[in-house]
């Protein structure tokens, strides 16, 4: 299961992630944010050793969204070695996703079972 990530931890719990982090910001309501969400469950299974996904309410914390001048919903960012990297394209189906993750996580063959 995706865990909650909220504007007050989300400085120490990027910095203290050894693996990289995947943010959704999202909020209820959204349909498109709802389906993404499934996607990422996809994504998380396979990828749970090696990817922490995390998700943000907009309608209950502010202050990061606006920091990432988080525009429309559903977003995906990407954060590695403590640092912002990228925006991961919005809506997508699982193979989309990891394919965008390639460049920060480690290629099937080469991950431990």
Do not use: Y
């Not at 996607?39 to 990828?47: C, F, G, R």
């Not at 977003?75 to 460049?103: M, N, R, S, V, Y």
Request: with cysteine; aromatic share 8%; charged share 25%.
């Amino acid at each position: 299961m995706i865990q909650k990530i909220e504007d007050r931890e989300f400085d120490r719990r990027i910095a203290e992630a050894s693996v990289p982090v995947l943010i959704e910001f999202w909020q209820p309501g959204c349909r498109h944010c709802q389906v993404l969400l499934h996607e990422l469950e996809l994504v998380h299974n396979e990828l749970m050793d090696h990817l922490i996904i995390l998700k943000m309410n907009v309608q209950e914390n502010h202050l990061i969204p606006a920091d990432f001048e988080i525009q429309s919903l559903p977003a995906l960012a990407l954060f590695h070695t403590g640092e912002f990297q990228t925006f991961i394209g919005g809506i997508g189906k699982k193979k989309e996703i990891l394919e965008q993750l390639e460049p920060w996580i480690p290629p099937r063959d080469q991950r431990p079972n």
